[in-house]
């Protein structure tokens, strides 16, 4: 790999190829447990020319490339396979435009950009401090506010795209409506780096809500959380966020956080309204109503921006809370049509009670999405044949509810084996055939997704 990694530094320099062992390991994984690759080396581009570039080199001479933002994936999609090249896009962070005539951006820190101009971008997956927008669009990331909102899909405008034959293509514009042929961005949004690789994002934004409020519930009974999600929908409210934590999570978060959540309550539900003053005043009023309605025992309505953020501590830390209290966490994404939560969280935690595994639930309530989380070691060999088992039967039960194995993390190593039950055999190979039309010789993060 050395010839390789020479090849790429003439190309690049060589401060920007990496291919020493540490370099190697650091890049073998992703933000998923229990994955690693061991890549040839990594390049670190930064113009689309130079992916271009580098994408005909691989091509050339046969060599897989796997497609790195910045590694927070949960699915093992950027663990490199045996001997590729890891195109790690992280230096690709330039913000192009800012267009607030008609609401667009094209950047990697949209977030703060379009708060700065009185706009807002939606999409707010957990990571969104350290992952890429390339690696949002890629997973079709979703976020606290998908609820309102929706996911990446829905505001990404255009892409630019490098082919597996190192062809760049542009897809989409800045008007609102455009049905000029296929909407072939859409084939690349969640195609987690296999089809081709995203150089430039085109993006929508909306105008920054007002005001916002927000609500933190806690019940002793889950079931009563559920059924608060449900009237809360049923009234017309659509949160901008509706989410939910059980009890093992509360616990965990509170050693961690210490935010102030009772230790006996069965189920949190932190909710966020935001719009117009007068309208989230009554929203607020009315979810609060609901709940107490629904049994909640206690309802805290922030005053303060402080104690908003206060209360949202609880739901943003749930994954840092989990993930310290055992050397291996597994973060799932199943996710079911809402009117069947209770039963899924019921169902989780009667598999986990019969594996005798340590599953946290916590999630987007209001999207059906949930995070079991298992709490387990990588090293005991019979506990990680529990876990695959209980996951296993967790899939397959959100299946059957209407629902899938994935609603924000993609299909990537980790869930390839559950794929064909999920989406039959037909969805299956069309996607196959997608593949070998855009990818020949699978050189694009082979193995990921399907076989
Ligand atoms: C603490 C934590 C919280 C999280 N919270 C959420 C959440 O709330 N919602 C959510 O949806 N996800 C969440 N995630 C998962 C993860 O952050 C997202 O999937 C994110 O979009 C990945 O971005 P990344 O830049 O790290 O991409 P990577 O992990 O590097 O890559 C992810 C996939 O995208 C492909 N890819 C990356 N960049 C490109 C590109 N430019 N072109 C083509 N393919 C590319 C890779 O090949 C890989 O298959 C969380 C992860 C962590 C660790």
Excluded at 22 to 41: I, M, N, R
Excluded at 224 to 229: G, H, I, L, N, P
Excluded at 289 to 318: K, N, P
Excluded at 397 to 410: F, M, N, P, R, W
Aim: charged share 20%.
């Amino acid at each position: 790999m050395q010839n390789v990694a020479a090849d790429l530094a003439q190309m690049l320099g060589a401060e920007r190829v990496l291919w020493e062992q540490e370099h190697l390991v650091t890049y073998g994984f992703d933000g998923t447990a229990a994955l690693y690759g061991e890549a040839g080396c990594i390049a670190l581009p930064k113009t689309t020319e130079e992916v271009s570039q580098i994408v005909r080199y691989a091509a050339k001479h046969r060599i897989p490339v796997v497609t790195r933002g910045s590694g927070t994936g949960l699915s093992g999609g950027s663990v490199p396979v045996p001997g590729c090249i890891v195109l790690c896009l992280v230096q690709m962070d330039r913000v192009l435009e800012l267009d607030p005539k008609n609401l667009t951006v094209v950047t990697q820190k949209v977030a703060e950009l379009a708060e700065a101009a009185g706009l807002l971008y939606p999409p707010d997956p957990g990571s969104m401090r350290i992952s890429t927008i390339g690696g949002n669009v890629a997973e079709n990331s979703g976020g606290l506010r998908g609820l309102k909102y929706g996911v990446t899909r829905d505001y990404v405008m255009g892409l630019e795209v490098v082919l597996a034959d190192s062809e760049t293509v542009v897809f989409g514009n800045k008007c609102v409506k455009d049905v000029e042929g296929y909407s072939m961005k859409d084939i690349f949004i969640g195609s987690e780096g296999t089809l081709g690789i995203i150089t430039k994002v085109l993006l929508q934004l909306v105008p920054k809500p007002a005001a916002k409020k927000t609500l933190l519930a806690t019940f002793s009974e889950m079931d009563a959380a559920a059924e608060t999600v449900s009237a809360i929908i049923a009234a017309k409210i659509i949160p901008c966020t509706l989410e939910f934590l059980d009890k093992i999570t509360i616990r965990c978060v509170e050693e961690y956080a210490h935010v102030g959540l009772p230790l006996d309550a069965e189920a949190v539900l932190l909710m966020e309204t935001d719009g117009h003053p007068a309208v989230v005043q009554e929203e607020a009023q009315q979810m609060a109503e609901i709940a107490r309605r629904h049994g909640a025992s206690t309802v805290q309505v922030a005053q303060t921006s402080e104690e908003a953020t206060r209360l949202s501590t609880a739901r943003r830390v749930a994954f840092s809370a989990l993930a310290r209290v055992s050397p291996t966490t597994i973060l799932e994404d199943a996710t079911v049509p809402r009117s069947e939560l209770a039963n899924m969280i019921r169902f989780i935690q009667q598999v986990a009670a019969r594996y005798e595994v340590a599953v946290g639930t916590f999630g987007h309530m209001g999207d059906g999405n949930l995070h079991p989380t298992f709490l387990t070691d990588e090293k005991n060999a019979a506990e990680m044949a529990r876990v695959e088992k209980a996951m296993t039967e967790i899939f397959e039960y959100a299946v059957k509810l209407g629902g899938t194995i994935t609603g924000e993390h993609g299909v990537g190593l980790a869930k390839k084996a559950f794929l064909p039950k999920a989406i039959g055999d037909a969805s299956l190979g069309l996607m196959r055939r997608l593949k070998r039309t855009l990818d020949p010789d699978n050189l694009l993060n082979p193995g990921k997704i399907f076989d």
